[in-house]
């Protein structure tokens, strides 16, 4: 793990929902699986105090590419940011998902900033079901984000302007109108409510996967134990036993 300054290359909208930052760095790409993450101080003063963590979306050599969603203050002052400008970023951070499945159907499910991750997890390792839920068409994303994907994508969206009408889960329950439980392996990450949702089902149907929580994080390091999760062994920070967690690990709600 380093901390380095790196100059912005490229940050620009992509769509409604997301923007797309792009800097150069080899120690930074170095190594990076799908599922970690960095953590990005976003203006050169300390005002935001507090860095925000964000998913690896692409890495093409040293260029590494993240998408995200202005949320509040930090991500629209990140957004303000131009070509040229610095930025100090920490990473790679966590752990990733799990690249290969033993005789089981991968299937995604995203949601929100969840959808990246995702994404750089699916360019790399087949997949059988990719399911992705919106709110409308307008926050689909462009098409040719999705072109490297090993698999098939699925959309749902809450008003039905674009995929099936209503939540990403609805996907998934179609799925297991077709498929064993026993056969599928399900790899989520987005909104805690989608993904309680999604182990929710997973419960109920005994299906194996894991959950890339998405808890506000400050160190990034395991230091200000201000991400904890509850497991099967008590409190553990998200940063560095997580992101991603087994769903047998989760105890209770997310
Ligand atoms: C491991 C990890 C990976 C992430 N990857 C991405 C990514 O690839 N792209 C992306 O757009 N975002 C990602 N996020 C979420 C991102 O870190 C938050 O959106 C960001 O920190 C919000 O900062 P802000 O200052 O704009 O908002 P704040 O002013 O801090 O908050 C704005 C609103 O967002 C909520 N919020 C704050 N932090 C989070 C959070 N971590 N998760 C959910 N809601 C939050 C607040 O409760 C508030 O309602 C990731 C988060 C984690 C933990
Ligand atoms: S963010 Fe500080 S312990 Fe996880």
Redesign the pocket.
Known sequence: MIDQVVAILENRKVNEKYFKLAFRSRELARGVLPGQ?VNIQIQPSLD?FLR????Y?RITGDKIE???????????LLASRVKGDTLKVMGPL?KPFTAALKCKKRVLVAGG?GV??LIFLAEKNPVDYFLIGTKSKKEVMPKKELAKVKGRVFYSTNDGSYGKKGYVTALLEEILKKEKPENLYIQTCGPEIMMQAVLDIARRCDIEGEA?L????ACGVGACLGCMVKTDQGWLPSCTHG?VFKFEKLVGQI
């Not at 925000?52 to 998913?55: D, G, I, K, L, W």
Request: proline share 21%; aromatic share 14%; glycine share 10%.
């Open positions: 993450f935001p925000r963590p964000f998913s979306y993240i998408l995200y969603e202005i949320l509040g203050r930090g991500t629209a966590g900033v990246p991750p890339s998405d808890k506000p994080m992101p």
